[in-house]
Each structure stands twice: as structure tokens, then as C-alpha cells.
């Protein structure tokens, strides 16, 4: 990687700036339900103590449109990282002020601060530079280890960066950049993707540049059906984004045309209602019946989708194959994670690419048992398009 990396700072005595994605979900009583984000934070936090440094960790929760919520604020991650870090830490109760910089000035080597929620400020998405100086004036060094957030220029990503000599991405970070730009610039071959989820907008850009670069495109999910009514097939109930049909049928011509496989399912499940404990069966594709609804991909479909997963030497996943919130619509979902452990001990590499995808992975407990996954789903998306991420290019070349 061509931009400084923690390991080549000398943290020894310093207060280090660190962008962390905390941007975790809570229930209704702030309660920490999925904590995939903190724990992917704890090395980066750990490797700064240990050489040695003083981490001030910074990050958004949620989308507080530049004011306090009480439901945004980031006491409940303080009190997690208490339990998964040997170490004392120190909250504070806004991001800037005076409270913040007398925490910052009587830091202790050992300590963690946390930072409370920079969205509390608008100066965080406007990339105010008075913002940014203020944060920046907190450290000697910056490290960025918030991949989820690598895509947005905001005041922590970017703004901060002119203030130091020294900006390195940390082990998140580092982890994220590696295996997504190898699995698209040096994969090993078969490379087979798999592109699942509700809609096609939002994700034509990945799978255009996809067709350069994977020997197999496999498609799931909801927005399968609107690759089916592009192509004149009765989809019933099913989603379908009428806006994106002329667009599902360029891609198929598209793929035709350069020799590229782009398979769709052979056959779906369907539903009578999109609820638990619906009436369901399992048809070709060309059979939806009126009134139902596509809800996930078919058994052979799930069959044909192993094999060929099974067979590549890289494989990258974003997208459920159905509506795996409903455990009755998770078989497709839960039979593509399979098929990446399966491929991940015959020694392929492979990827998940965020969101939820990395969501299903996790609820499955087979999240260790893969290469990576991602904890940026955007930003992976984004990343896997081409297109330069802010918070990455913002780092010290070396």
C-alpha cells in the first residue's frame, strides 16, 4: 500500500488522533446489538498503547443532522470498550470545548479518550476547517482506521490531515485496502462474484466494472426480478425497480455481448405475503404466479450457486439472496455463506463485501471461518467502482 501505515510510526509518547467507525446499531435502550465495528477497532487501539502512544478516538453514530440526540451518543461504546480493553478510558461529553480539551490535556500514557458524537457538530460533514483544527490540535499524530467512513470528506477524514506530518491508515483500515484491492487487481482465477440485495441502483457501477474483471457474475436477491421483468417474465408481487429495467437489460446485453457469464437464478422461492409463516413454493423463474412475491432464490439455484462458488480460487459477496431478516426466506442467504466457508477451506480467498451481507455472515457465526469481511459497506462498494476514497487518498504518501 502506497500510504503510510501505523506500523511505521514512532507513537512513542504521543497522543494519537484515531478515526474509529463506532457507527454501530442499538436497540431502544441503547444497547449495543451487533459490536462487529468496535472489535475490528481493537487492534489499531491496542497497537498505539502498546508502542507506547496515547489513543483519542473520534467517530460518528447515526445521522444526528448536527445537533445533539441523546440516542446518537457514544456512552454506551465507552462502556463497551471498558470490557474489551485493558485499559482505563476516558469519555467526554462532546467532541470539542472545553471539557474535551481539559480531558485531552491531563491524558495519562495507558489512557483512552473517546470523543462523544462529531455529527453533534455540523462542522463534521461540512468539513469545517476550524472543526478540524480543533480536533487536530488534541495529537501529534493522526491515524484513520474507519474504512466505513474512508469514502465520506468530512472534517475527521480529511480535514484534520493538513494539520499533521504524519497520517497513517491503521490495521482496519490496512486489512480493508489489502484484500479488496487484491481481490480486484490480482485475484486468482476462477473469480466469481456474487451481487445480491433489493435494488439494482446503487450497485450498476460495481457490476460494470465487475464484468472486466470476474470470470462469473451471480445474481440474487430482490433485485432479480427486475432483471426477469426486463427480460418479459412474469414476476407477480415481486420488487421491481420499473426506473432501472432499460439498465437491467444493458447489463444483460452488455455481458452477452463480451462473452461474460451473468447468471440469474433458475428458480425462486415464492410467497403469498412477505411475512413470517407465509404459504411458500419453490418455482422456475418463468412461473411466478400473479399475486405472489419472489422472496429467495430457488434449491437449484442455491445448488448451481455452491458449485460454482466451490470451484473459484476468489470469491466477493455483497447482498442477501432473499429476505434473510425472515428466517423462512434465509436458505439462499445462508447457503451462499456456506459455500464461502466451503471455498475458503479448499483455500480460495474470499470477501464480503459490508453490509448486509456482512450482517448474515455474523448472524450465522461463520464470520471467522472467510478471508474478510468488510465493515464498510459504501465504502467497499465505492471502492470496488474505481473511485478514489478521500479519507485513504487524505493519508501521508510514502
Not at 313 to 332: C, D, K, L, S
Request: with cysteine.
Amino acid at each position: 500500500m502506497a500510504k503510510l501505515r501505523l506500523a511505521d510510526l514512532d507513537v512513542q509518547g504521543k497522543r494519537v488522533l484515531v478515526r474509529v467507525d463506532f457507527n454501530v446499531p442499538m436497540d431502544e435502550h441503547q444497547n449495543i446489538t451487533d459490536d462487529r465495528r468496535i472489535r475490528g477497532s481493537l487492534p489499531t487501539i491496542t497497537a498505539i498503547l502498546r508502542g507506547g502512544g496515547t489513543p483519542i478516538l473520534t467517530s460518528h453514530l447515526g445521522r444526528p443532522k448536527g445537533k445533539p440526540e441523546a440516542r446518537y451518543g457514544l456512552r454506551p461504546v465507552a462502556d463497551r470498550l471498558c470490557l474489551d480493553l485493558d485499559a482505563p478510558i476516558k469519555f467526554a461529553k462532546d467532541c470539542v470545548g472545553d471539557e474535551a480539551r481539559m480531558l485531552v490535556d491531563n491524558l495519562k500514557s495507558g489512557e483512552v479518550l473517546l470523543l462523544e458524537n462529531l455529527r453533534f457538530h455540523p462542522g463534521e460533514e461540512a468539513n469545517d476547517p476550524v472543526f478540524a483544527k480543533t480536533l487536530a490540535s488534541y495529537a501529534d499524530v493522526y491515524v484513520n482506521d474507519a474504512f466505513g467512513s474512508a469514502h465520506r470528506a468530512h472534517a475527521s477524514t480529511v480535514g484534520v490531515t493538513p494539520y499533521f506530518k504524519q497520517c497513517a491508515a491503521g490495521l482496519l483500515l490496512e486489512r480493508e485496502l489489502k484484500y479488496l484491492g487484491e481481490a480486484l487487481e490480482h485475484p486468482q482465477r476462477p473469480f466469481v462474484a456474487v451481487m445480491g440485495g433489493a435494488k439494482i441502483h446503487g450497485k450498476i457501477e460495481v457490476m460494470q466494472r465487475l464484468f472486466e474483471k470476474v470470470d462469473t457474475l451471480l445474481i440474487g436477491g430482490g433485485m432479480t426480478y427486475t432483471f426477469f421483468h426486463a427480460l418479459g417474465y412474469e414476476v407477480g408481487g415481486s420488487l421491481v425497480d420499473a426506473a432501472m429495467l432499460d439498465t437491467a437489460k444493458t447489463l444483460l446485453r452488455d455481458a452477452k455481448g463480451q462473452g461474460f457469464q451473468l447468471i440469474l437464478p433458475q428458480d425462486t422461492l415464492v410467497a403469498q405475503s412477505v411475512t413470517a409463516r407465509s404459504t411458500t413454493k419453490t418455482v422456475l423463474v418463468t412461473d411466478i404466479p400473479a399475486g405472489w412475491s419472489g422472496v429467495d432464490i430457488g434449491r437449484k439455484t442455491m445448488e448451481d450457486y455452491a458449485r460454482r462458488i466451490h470451484a473459484a480460487r476468489t470469491v466477493f459477496w455483497n447482498g442477501p439472496m432473499g429476505i434473510f431478516e425472515i428466517r423462512e426466506f434465509a436458505a439462499g442467504t445462508e447457503a451462499v455463506a456456506r459455500a464461502l466457508v466451503a471455498a475458503t477451506d479448499a483455500g480460495a480467498v474470499t470477501v464480503v463485501g459490508g453490509g448486509d451481507s456482512a450482517a448474515a455472515i455474523a448472524q450465522l457465526g461463520l464470520e471467522a471461518r472467510v478471508s474478510h469481511v468488510s465493515t464498510g459497506g459504501g465504502a467497499s462498494l465505492e471502492f470496488l467502482e474505481g473511485k478514489v476514497l478521500p479519507g485513504v487518498a487524505a493519508l501521508t504518501e510514502v
